[in-house]
């Protein structure tokens, strides 16, 4: 049982029932305690509006990071936002984030939570125990058949480790929403987030019985969404301009 360490958050959308059975039975097979369900934020059910007040644009409607992203994306995103506000507002220092269709692939013992939390500085780190795309083979530090090792590319956000330095830089850079939270490379350099991860990783998505929620767009379907927000925001200042002219004429 890890409850004394760190706080476990969950992100689930509340209408997803069984994939939070599944993420439940999970932790529990892991004798893990100590955890927050926080609910996602369902970006398909937001509007053209609430789109706009959460993502990033300067006065001319313009994303300069150059990242396109569909609802659910965005809404993942705002999900992720929640949790690092949960965790600065906590009195944890670090907090292991799990999607609610992760699963543990090995037992996630005392040894190796001990391994991973003893890892962890004062400066910003992520510690991802899933599937890693790219690292330096070199590791940082060993513990049984286990490595820390320094990670230069990889995504998905269905778990990791996270401390409160890093949740503080991520949020002050991606509020509002400029990119996916698992744009990590971008977290390293706007932020300073050191990423490291474990070899090998522990847990994965269960992507047979659950498929994701968030849908990516192809090319042609972003430019005509990013089009459209961006015609919505120019008549909008549009009308702003009428409605202060009229004021003062």
């Known amino acids: 049982m890890f409850n004394q360490d760190f706080i476990v958050y969950v992100v689930n959308m509340k209408k997803d029932i069984k994939r939070k059975h599944h993420i439940i039975n999970e932790l529990t097979k892991q004798q893990i305690k100590n955890y927050e369900i926080i609910e996602a ?11 706009l007040n959460e993502t990033f644009s300067d006065e001319n409607g313009f ?20 949790v690092y506000k ?34 962890f500085s004062n400066k910003k780190q992520i510690i991802l125990i899933s599937e ?3 690292f330096y083979k070199k590791p940082i530090k060993k513990i049984n058949n286990y490595e820390l090792v320094k990670v230069t590319n990889a995504f998905f956000t269905h778990s990791y480790f996270i401390n409160k330095p890093a949740a503080k ?3 002050s850079f991606n509020y ?15 932020c300073g987030v050191k990423l ?20 990516i767009l192809d090319t042609n379907k972003k430019r005509v969404k990013l089009l459209k927000r961006k015609i919505f925001k120019l008549k909008i200042k549009i009308l702003k301009y009428f409605i202060a002219f009229g004021t003062h004429s």
């Open 169 to 171: 830089a991520i949020l």
């Open 196 to 215: 490291l991860g474990l070899n090998p990783f522990i847990t994965t998505q269960d992507k047979k019985n659950h498929k994701t929620n968030i849908t």
């Open 132 to 134: 890693i795309r790219e």
């Open 63 to 82: 994303n300069k990071w150059n990242v396109e992203m569909s609802n659910g994306e965005i809404g993942c995103s705002l999900s992720h936002v929640k």
């Open 41 to 51: 934020v369902d970006g398909s059910l937001m509007n053209e509006k609430e789109i």
């Open 176 to 190: 509002p929403v400029k990119t996916t939270p698992d744009n990590f490379l971008f977290f390293h350099l706007y």
């Open 86 to 119: 949960k965790l600065i507002e906590s009195k944890y220092n670090i907090a292991l984030i799990l999607e609610d269709d992760a699963v543990f692939l090995k037992p996630f013992s005392k040894i190796l939570s001990n391994f991973i939390l003893s890892s």
